[in-house]
């Protein structure tokens, strides 16, 4: 295959998500989620750059997003491995993080507020992201519908998301 003819492989999209708990309580982020840009509720995260360990990603996303000064994740709550036509092979892991200090203060532009919220009204929250591949393994795992460490994995196209497998 010539130069010309071949295509510039794609960026791999790898994001973090952390899970901070405070008793009862869930710290959740609001920001533009929506399909229309709606401000939605969903946990604090986001990408890994290029040389982060995902432990060290963790640690700065969500100081970035909230402003707190985190630990190393104590547990693996949920893969997901997402073929979108955007981000082809794009993944996510979700961490526990038990250890943590600071004031909710964001930092981050895209972030309009971090708050804890009990988990009934967390689960409420979470419930009202218009994207399945964004809610179904949060809320499953936050209400023990799955183990820790289930992966998921989706395949989008267009408007049709579609879990392949899950184990």
């Not at 982020?29 to 290029?50: A, F, H, N, T």
């Not at 809610?135 to 519908?145: D, H, K």
Request: no cysteine; net charge negative; glycine share 10%.
């Amino acid at each position: 295959m010539t130069a010309q003819g071949s295509k510039a492989p794609k960026p791999r999209v790898q994001l973090v998500i952390g899970i901070l708990r405070e008793g009862d309580e869930i710290l959740l982020v609001r920001e533009s989620l929506g399909v229309d840009g709606e401000m939605l509720w969903s946990l604090p995260g986001g990408g890994v750059k290029d040389g982060e360990l995902m432990h060290e990603a963790l640690r700065r996303e969500m100081r970035e997003e909230t402003g707190l000064l985190v630990g190393d994740p104590v547990r693996t709550a949920f893969l997901m491995h997402i073929d979108s036509e955007q981000h082809p092979s794009a993944l996510a892991a979700a961490f526990e993080v038990d250890e943590w200090s600071g004031a909710i203060a964001p930092q981050d532009n895209d972030i309009e507020q971090a708050a804890f919220f009990p988990m009934p009204d967390a689960l409420k929250l979470l419930g009202e992201l218009d994207s399945a591949t964004q809610r179904e393994p949060i809320v499953s795992y936050l209400t023990g519908a799955i183990a820790p460490g289930t992966t998921w994995l989706y395949r989008n196209r267009g408007d049709e998301e579609t879990l392949v497998a899950r184990w």
